[in-house]
């Protein structure tokens, strides 16, 4: 009888004693509970996707809420800027496009996050590409995390590129070996030769190149990854957008008009109207069997190998931009001449991030939905599901194959894809893109003008003189001084 009451004390007190463990335990993954979240991106399915994937999950885990508000791309930004500006606080936190940094961390909207980054092991910081660490610094400070990885690559059809009649024939007309472009001659080639005739042997006329020229539409990255060669002198800052020590506009030098000149010939090498078209239409299009050439970020590799109506699933090659043979220099104000290709991969756009308000009143909740996006398994899971917008930015999201092939990608074409993509972002010459106050002013002013030299209206150079001189105007207005020292800090060179 004793033995038997003692035996059931000890059962109640192991019993109790498991309650408040579990109970401390349950304490602990409810931190959050009462808090509401209020999450901006732009409208789904891309982007808002992978909030609408992991917050039930973050609201199981952690008691809180997610509030999710979505806006058009175009409206994002202004959305963005106007709670900034007049200090709604409306937002706690909001994915959004790392082109938009200098304006956001600039000026101080986001919460700085290095200390919290730098304590978090789980995130493993040190997995993300150095490229992605870079496109949410500002100043030596981290104000968001990496939750994409955007560079553009160059798409081929191998089913053109390596036909062996196509070979001769090709080089028979041009007098050097068809193979993926090494420069953008050779790509200029190819899209010639491939365009107007029947190559794919299904009775249809097919085209040699896509890419995208509708102002609004991307123009401006499109065009500046061909640029990027003839201007970028290899561990030189500076290069591509302004003169770091009198914020005078490059973006009207020889290098730039030189491959304005290409890019604008391109337009006579597509479909009919490729002139108005942007990103989507190049991924639709070359899913579609179109052309023998794309470029565009990652997206048209997922369209061609993942969509149940593409046509080019298991035809898919593609590399890292072209380069040039020589490159100008806008410190000597001289060309030079190279014995092989000046590779300058673009990071067009630069990857969505995850910030966090300076004003929100939750500051470890917003940080903690982010980095659940952001962290090592689900952002392989984003990375490979349909429909998210993100591209793979983590050395772990070149390394395991398995979700990749789930997605739909088939070999040769996985392996090709994402080896172009690691290839482009490791390269040492690769290129940001812009990232200061204005930014989108600064675009637009350019696009405006690249629109009517690809129309044919206007030189490639009376283009870009036209477009150096309305960025100047913006230089101006938004103070020369300050935005040469936000350009400079940027670019990581010592304040002038």
Known sequence: MWYRSRGVCFLIITLLSISLLTAG?????????????????????????AVQMFAPEWEKRTGGKINLVTAPFGELYSKLMSSFTLGTA????????????????????????????????????EDILPTYQQTVTWGGRLYALPIDGDVHTVYYRRDALENPKYKAQFKAKYGYDLRPPQTWKEYRDIAEFFNGWDWVGDGKKHYGVLEAFKRG???????????AAYVSVPGQKGNMFFDPDTMKPQINNPGFVKALEDWVALVKFGPPGMINFDSGDVRSQFAAGTAALALDWGDTGIVGDTDPKSVVKG?????????????????????????????????????????????????????????????????????????????????????DLSGWKKFGFVEPDLSSYLGAIK???????????????????????????LARAAAGEISPKAALDAAAAEWEKITNELGRDKMRRLYREWLGLPAK
């Open 423 to 449: 290839a482009s972002l490791s390269h040492p010459n690769a290129q940001l893109d812009l990232k200061l106050p204005g930014q989108a002013r600064y675009l637009d002013a350019l696009e405006t003008q």
């Open 217 to 227: 539409g991307q123009a401006f990255w499109f065009f500046m990854s061909h640029a």
């Open 90 to 125: 409306a937002y706690d936190l909001s994915l959004f496009a790392s082109a938009w940094m200098g304006d956001f961390a600039g000026n101080k909207y986001l919460l700085d996050l290095t200390d919290r980054i730098k304590a978090d092991k789980d995130l493993k910081w």
């Open 25 to 49: 335990a349950s304490g602990q993954q409810k931190r959050f509970s009462g808090v509401t979240l209020t999450v901006i991106t732009q409208n789904p399915p891309y982007i808002a996707k």
């Open 315 to 399: 035809k898919i090659g593609t590399i890292v931009l072209p380069g040039s043979l020589e490159v100008y220099n806008y410190k000597t104000g001289k060309w030079t001449k190279l014995t092989k290709p000046n590779v300058a991969p673009y990071l067009a756009f630069g990857g969505w991030v995850c910030g966090v308000m300076a004003t929100t009143k939750h500051p470890d909740a917003a940080y903690d939905f982010c980095r659940t996006i952001a962290e090592p398994k689900n952002s392989y899971i984003a990375v490979t599901t349909a429909e998210t917008g993100l591209n793979p930015f983590r050395a772990s999201h070149f390394a």
